[in-house]
């Protein structure tokens, strides 16, 4: 059996020269690929992922919905979206269903903690503090800065390979940064544990930042800038063995 990508409306469709098209005996070609690197947004490359990972009726857990940028483009039905988020009562890190319930998780947590403001938080990334504060909306970590970030992706991985099916899929958003001057590459450290918890790291994706990054008033750059995020993919693997397959 060939799978083959399906088309969402409104998204354009890569063109290959002939003699890069995908040619598969007894299959049927298409140039409708997905590809690993984005420089469209969030709300383009998440669709073109959820195709090619998740099937029709799915049933996804966005624990983290917000204002749900990233179903914009995903057309009303396809998938079965049970859509919370900690401002309307439900902490991703304790989901309200029964094990092995849920088919896909999206978890899109604030992924920089920087108390005051930086160049890079106030205005391009949703406040750590504002959502998960130590105190009042329960941290439930005494760790600041990159460490209590990590800690809320950690549970929140825990919990949902609890609510996940077997082989269930994981589509996490993260971006990598620097923390007191440090280089931390965040979506490493989640693959790691994930892995620790019983995922299996199946694909990532970049999406590259359209808009100019914010101006630093440091007297001398010592990282670079960073312009670019990831979609990472895991499944839930609980003997162990397999690879993926896709959705039929």
């Known amino acids: 059996m060939v799978y083959t990508q399906p088309v969402i ?61 990233f179903w914009r483009r995903v057309p009303d039905g396809l998938y079965a979206l049970r859509a919370t988020d900690i401002l309307t009562g439900t902490d991703c890190r304790d989901l309200p269903y029964s094990n092995g319930e ?8 604030p992924y920089m903690h920087s108390p005051g403001g930086t160049a890079h938080s106030a205005k391009t990334h949703r406040s750590f503090e504002r959502y998960y504060r130590n105190n009042d909306s329960g941290n439930r970590t005494n760790k600041k800065y990159h460490e209590a970030v990590l800690d809320l992706y950690f549970e929140a991985g825990e919990e949902a390979y609890r609510v996940l099916r077997d082989r269930g899929v994981m589509i996490v958003k993260c971006q990598d940064e620097v923390c007191s001057n440090r280089q931390r590459f965040t979506h490493v450290e989640i693959m790691q544990k994930y892995a620790e918890i019983g995922f299996v790291a199946e694909d990532l994706f970049v999406v590259v930042r359209n808009n100019r990054p914010g101006v630093s008033r440091a007297v001398r750059q010592v990282h670079a800038r960073k312009n670019h995020s990831y979609f990472l993919v895991f499944w839930k693997c609980q003997d162990g063995h397999g690879v993926w397959k896709p959705p039929a």
């Open 102 to 109: 849920i088919d896909a998780v999206v978890l899109d947590p």
């Open 9 to 69: 409306q409104g998204l354009p469709s890569p063109s290959l020269p002939e003699s890069d098209r995908r040619v598969v005996q007894n299959g049927k070609a298409t140039n409708n690929l997905v590809f690993s690197v984005f420089q469209s947004g969030n709300e383009y490359a998440f669709p073109q992922i959820l195709s090619l990972y998740l099937k029709p009726g799915s049933i996804v857990a966005d624990v983290t919905y917000g204002k749900g940028v």
